[in-house]
């Protein structure tokens, strides 16, 4: 009914720069909220950022000023450009869209498959 497909992860090196996308497609009627999280290995999976419908923005303190989350209303995307990489930000990454679908009235919670994002010398 909803498909979301991810792309932009990879390898980069310290202080090197990545954009993350997340395309939704399938039978939507409006995206409210929309958000990154990321998983570290042995690790709980984070909120990194989140936008809502009027463009309101929260980030989490380890990635301010350095991360920009960002959305296209018209072709149903979020985007995570992600600048200053360290280490510490080696996670798969994964994309949440609460989406509220044809013939619905209550939003539900929809993930990405995952992108990998590793940040090494």
């Known amino acids: 009914q909803v498909q979301l497909v991810e792309s932009g992860g990879g390898l980069v090196q310290p202080g090197g720069s990545l954009r993350l996308s997340c395309a939704a497609s399938g039978s939507i009627f409006s995206i409210c909220t929309m958000g990154w999280y990321r998983q570290a290995p042995g690790k709980q999976r984070e909120l990194v950022a989140a936008i809502t419908s009027g463009g309101s923005t929260n980030y989490a303190d380890s990635v301010k000023g350095r991360f920009t989350i960002s959305r296209d209303n018209a072709k149903n995307t979020v985007f995570l450009q992600m600048n200053s990489l360290k280490p510490e930000d080696t996670a798969v990454y994964y994309c949440?869209?609460?989406?509220?679908?044809?013939?619905?009235?209550?939003?539900?919670?929809?993930w990405g498959q995952g992108t990998q994002v590793t940040v090494s010398s």
């Open positions: 949440n869209l609460r989406i509220i679908v044809a013939f619905s009235t209550t939003p539900g919670g929809y």
